[in-house]
């Protein structure tokens, strides 16, 4: 499939769970490919110039004991230039080239028959994601399946914007590609091992785009299938705890239905993250910090404290009632 | 001037590139379909060239006189134009609801034509300094090559002039 | 061998005010060079605070020496100030400074011109700071534009930029962008209608083919800005839509036209630089520039094909592969007459004599930099390596160091060269060499190590990041190079100052150089030259100072 297996097979310790030269997926497997092509070019370009520039400047210093004399003075010479005219043309053909060849490897490839196809719409400042084809909606931790070469189950991402401009970049999954309003994009990955992968947003989005981070939970097969089981469901009866019960009724009552959605039940709001099933994401506010029941009491006390200048708004609960709504949250899984 | 020109076509090359690229994609609202072609008005700018032109040759030769009317006339016709746009733009506005606001066709369009007539305002601003210098007898002969370079911003403004008119209501209708 | 006329320093005590007066309504192009300059020199301090508040927001994770709010602004303004408060009107200092002087002259074409541009883009950089204490904001006091440099649409929408930054983004770069045509119009008339006798365009110096190239992007390439600016003023303030995403509106199209003006417009920044290190590097290895006329035709090359590169910007943004392979193949088409540069600066070292002072330190420096810059450029050409790398720290890396490593360098190298003929004074070679080991040394620390968080994902223009992503270590040590960089700068102004006032007497040529500009008086008189100089070759003055071998034999 690509000419550097034996590099692919070579144990690589990423330097850092965002690192381009670590790929697990394949579009990023092509760029790293095309990248080690390119860097081994421009190395070898560097190493010349480099030492000709040094060589010139110590060989042709001015020596102590100069006679002052100027030395000859040399014009210009056709052929030197039509040399080094030449040869840049030659690798910039080559690596146009090579260039050519990856981005149609990884530009719109057609989905094969495995794939899943998520929609990816950017908000100030969080991710929503909606499984159309698994009719599941979650919101900033994507959960894939992992994909095996024999029957490959790679994922499509289609990405949308609900206000500004955002990029969606887990570097060793694939390269980044941007969500915009009135502009459709799409992208694959097609991770080959499982585990969590890191990244964020990477388009500057306004005051929160530092904390728009992004998590891809790649899993087995079986793991994947019953994760969209439990996201399926629907909320299913009352909190029988009576604060958690309490809670629902401040959550439907003080507005928070107006942008949040908890299925089977009337908060339907989309301007802020699906609820329906918080408590099986690890993190809270797309990443910022983890998903336990101080940091959610915390949250929804005062958001900017954790995220100056999110857009949600801090509600003006008393105590008992952040302690109530946080109840009911936590029993959302 | 050539490269004051030079810099105003660039400007201008945007605004129709956006103009372009927006044609027919207006969500809702009035389409280019409700412009009527201002042959009249166009005319006259046009023929404000052939004017200046006269003005500038005359002025050339020492016959001041006819340099003043020439160029009075170009001033009218100029003025004639910008009338024109108003009495368009006061029909679209309140029979078609047509503003800068309603959709991407207005936007595009009162923009791109908008700047135009600004640079023809600009442009009868200074060609009325020119007049009124000339009444009081300040503008001769040796004069004439600075009142061409004046003129060379007139023929632009016309030349856009086309380019705008054909985009407008010809290609984008 | 050099030549030397002085001049006696017998000038009537002015006063002050009159003095201040006179600076205020000149219209000679050696003071408004001057003027741009240090007006740009205040600004690169500015600028640099800017700089350095953001890295100590960023030397460890979850700082809190910065708000967001207020990192958001430091970027944009660090942006905005450094391009076009800060390098442009230094470019555009030193070219009225030296244009007339080196094509024989008494002044640029239109002074009062001259003069109101450089008023116009004075008044556009008061604007644009203004914003921290005028007008009000969503987030309270200080409302200095946080868009980014490049204000990407919608988000300088009303919708989601209520307040008045974006509009001081707008309105003074729309004033100050006036400024430049002026001054690029000046420039070209300037070189094409000003060289004294015997000055054809062949035997004009580098500098002057390469000001007049800068000067035709200009025109080209601002007012595609202009023209963006109009439609983003009128969407914000008549409810227009051209970038009104929910009416149909496109912000892809915002990218289009901001990169068509902002792609020429690094090519106006880098071109200056080259002229600068295409007139010190030959005099400081004591040969003159090997192959003028491919050097030219490389310059020209780069000025043409770099209109049709922009969208290299815009990788990421989800154009057809078709799109993508156009930009690929033009952005790499550039690197070539780019390299010719190189080449030939190269080939003027060798064989030479090379005198390493700090001018020629400088150049030395900028051409390695610039080689590096070059190459990083071409990894960002790749459009598949660009979906890694693009919007990251390596971006943000390659195109510091081509305006610091390689045109700060160059610049600085201009300073020094041409600083004993603008003030009469040479300056102190020791502070000079503290000034560029300091510089060198914190320009390294700074930009080399920045490369490696972009390739670990790191995005740009984030106020804080994570722990645990292996960006620490990193950003401490690109956050210590900031010291010495400061120190560098602190080095080069002391130098500056204290030369001007101590300095010991240049003469009118201490360089034993070869264009016109040695053959006058340091500091030259108001009207340049006592009789107009006539010329016969590219280097003027080695025909004189070599009467036996003079270059006309050869040209």
């Known amino acids: ?333 | 001037m050539y490269c004051l020109i030079a810099a105003e076509s660039a400007i201008f090359v945007i605004l129709i590139v956006a103009y372009l690229f927006y044609v027919g994609k207006s969500l809702s609202g009035p389409t280019p379909a409700i412009l009527r072609v201002p042959v009249l008005f166009t005319v006259c700018l046009l023929s404000s060239s052939l004017t200046i032109h006269a003005a500038v040759k005359s002025l050339s030769r020492g016959n001041d006189r006819a340099f003043g009317f020439w160029w009075l006339v170009t001033i009218v016709l100029g003025a004639t134009f910008l009338v024109g746009t108003a009495f368009e733009w006061r029909h679209l506005i309140h029979d078609e609801g047509l503003t800068i606001q309603t959709n991407l066709f207005g936007t595009t369009y009162y923009t791109l034509v908008g700047l135009h007539a600004f640079h023809v305002t600009v442009g009868l601003l200074a060609l009325a300094a020119v007049s009124i210098f000339g009444f009081f007898g300040q503008v001769r002969k040796p004069d004439a090559p600075r009142v061409d370079v004046l003129s060379l911003y007139w023929h632009f403004v016309d030349v856009v002039w086309v380019v705008v008119f054909t985009v407008v209501y010809f290609i984008g209708r | 061998m050099s030549i030397s006329l002085e001049l006696p320093r017998t000038q009537p005590a002015i006063p002050f005010v009159d003095k201040l007066h006179q600076w205020v309504i000149t219209v000679d192009h050696k003071r408004l060079g001057l003027l741009y300059i240090t007006y740009a020199l205040s600004f690169l301090l500015i600028g640099g605070i800017e700089a350095t508040i953001m890295r100590i927001q960023l030397i460890r994770p979850h700082n809190d020496f910065a708000s967001p709010q207020v990192f958001n602004q430091m970027f944009t303004m660090h942006g905005t100030t450094m391009i076009f408060f800060v390098v442009m009107p230094l470019v555009f200092g030193f070219a009225n400074y030296l244009l007339p002087l080196m094509i024989g002259a008494r002044d640029m074409a239109f002074p009062r011109l001259n003069a109101f541009s450089f008023w116009l883009m004075a008044f556009g950089g008061i604007l644009l700071y203004f914003s921290f204490i005028g007008g009000y904001g969503l987030y309270g006091a200080g409302n200095a534009p946080d868009v980014g440099w490049f204000a990407y649409a919608p988000l300088t929408a009303q919708t989601f930029s209520p307040g008045h930054s974006t509009d001081f983004w707008t309105l003074s770069l729309l004033v100050s962008g006036f400024g430049s045509i002026g001054t690029a119009i000046n420039i070209i008339a300037t070189v094409l209608c000003m060289r004294c006798p015997g000055m054809t365009l062949g035997r004009m110096p580098l500098l002057a083919w390469l000001n007049l190239t800068m000067a035709g992007l200009v025109i080209l390439a601002i007012s595609p800005l202009t023209a963006a600016q109009i439609m983003l003023l009128v969407d914000r303030y008549l409810g227009g839509h051209f970038f009104d995403t929910q009416a149909g509106g496109s912000a892809v199209i915002w990218m289009h036209f901001f990169w068509v003006f902002g792609h020429p417009e690094v090519y106006v920044l880098v071109i200056p630089a080259f002229a600068f290190a295409s007139e010190i590097i030959p005099v400081f290895s004591r040969k003159a520039i090997f192959g003028y006329p491919v050097m030219v035709a490389a310059t020209l090359a780069i000025g043409f094909i770099s209109m049709s590169v922009w969208a290299h910007h815009m990788f990421t943004v989800g154009m057809t592969s078709a799109a993508n392979m156009f930009f690929v193949l033009s952005t790499m088409a550039i690197a070539v007459p780019t390299g010719i540069k190189i080449f030939n600066w190269l080939a003027t070292m060798w064989g030479g004599k090379i005198h390493f002072r700090a001018p020629m330190l400088f150049c030395l420096a900028f051409l390695f930099q610039f080689l590096i810059a070059g190459l990083t450029g071409i990894m960002l050409s790749s459009a598949p390596f660009n979906w890694q790398l693009g919007n990251s720290y390596f971006v943000v890396a390659h195109f510091h160091y081509v305006i610091v490593g390689a045109i700060l360098f160059a610049l600085f190298g201009a300073f020094y060269y041409w600083f004993p003929k603008a003030s009469g004074r040479m300056y102190s070679e020791t502070l000079a060499k503290f000034h560029f080991w300091l510089f060198l040394i914190g320009f390294h620390l700074t930009f080399d190590f920045m490369h490696v968080p972009g390739m670990l994902g790191m995005p740009r223009r984030i106020y804080t990041y994570e722990p645990g992503r292996g960006w620490e270590i990193w950003n401490l040590i690109v956050t210590i190079g900031v010291l010495f960089q400061a120190a560098g700068i602190l080095a080069f102004v002391a130098n500056l100052f204290g030369s001007y006032f101590r300095g010991k007497n240049a003469g009118s040529d201490p360089w034993d150089a070869w264009t016109l500009e040695w053959s006058t008086h340091s500091p030259p008189p108001e009207y340049n030259f006592e009789t107009v100089p006539v010329v016969k070759s590219r280097r003027p003055l080695w025909d004189l100072k070599h009467p036996e071998d003079p270059d006309w034999k050869y040209e």
């Not at chain 1, 499982?194 to 728009?212: E, F, S, V």
């Not at chain 1, 939970?217 to 019953?226: C, G, I, K, L, Q």
């Not at chain 1, 107006?258 to 993190?283: I, K, Q, Y």
């Open chain 1, 1 to 333: 499939m690509n000419s550097t297996t034996a590099l692919w097979e070579l144990p690589h310790r990423a330097l850092s769970p965002t690192d381009i030269f670590a790929p697990v997926s394949t579009p990023a497997q092509s760029i790293f490919d095309l990248s080690l092509f390119v860097l081994g070019i421009t190395g070898g370009i560097f190493v010349v110039v480099a030492a000709l520039l040094s060589y010139s400047a110590i060989r042709f210093r001015k020596r102590k004991n100069d006679d002052g004399r100027e030395p000859a003075q040399v014009y210009g010479s056709l052929q030197v230039e039509l040399a080094w005219t030449l040869t840049p043309v030659l690798i910039s053909l080559v690596l146009f080239l090579a260039t050519a060849r990856v981005i149609f490897q990884i530009q719109h490839p057609a989905p094969p028959p495995g794939a899943v196809e998520v929609t990816v719409i950017g908000h100030q400042f969080w991710w929503e994601y909606r499984y159309p084809g698994l009719k599941v909606v979650t919101a900033n931790e994507l959960h894939v399946p992992v994909s095996d070469p024999a029957h490959p189950t790679p994922t499509f991402l289609k990405l949308y914007s609900a206000d500004t401009d955002h990029s969606w970049w887990v570097p060793r999954l694939a390269g980044k590609t941007d969500l915009i309003p009135n502009h459709p994009n799409s992208m694959w990955i097609e991770p080959r091992e499982t585990g969590l992968y890191l990244g964020q947003c990477a388009q500057y989005c306004g005051t929160q785009h530092a904390k728009m981070l992004l998590r891809v939970y790649v899993e087995s097969p079986e793991d994947f299938a019953s994760w969209i089981q439990e996201q399926r469901q629907t909320v299913q009866t009352a909190p029988s705890d009576g604060t958690a019960s309490e809670g629902r009724k401040i959550f439907e009552r003080v507005a928070c239905i107006n942008c949040h959605t908890v299925a089977g039940t009337p908060a339907n709001g989309r301007f802020g993250p699906d609820l329906t099933h918080l408590m099986s994401r690890e993190t809270i506010a797309s990443g910022a910090a983890p998903n336990t029941r101080e940091n959610l009491r915390r949250w929804i006390e005062n958001p900017n404290a954790l995220k100056p200048g999110c857009k949600m708004p801090a509600m003006g609960l008393n105590n008992q009632q952040l302690d109530a709504v946080t109840a009911y949250l936590v029993s959302l899984r």
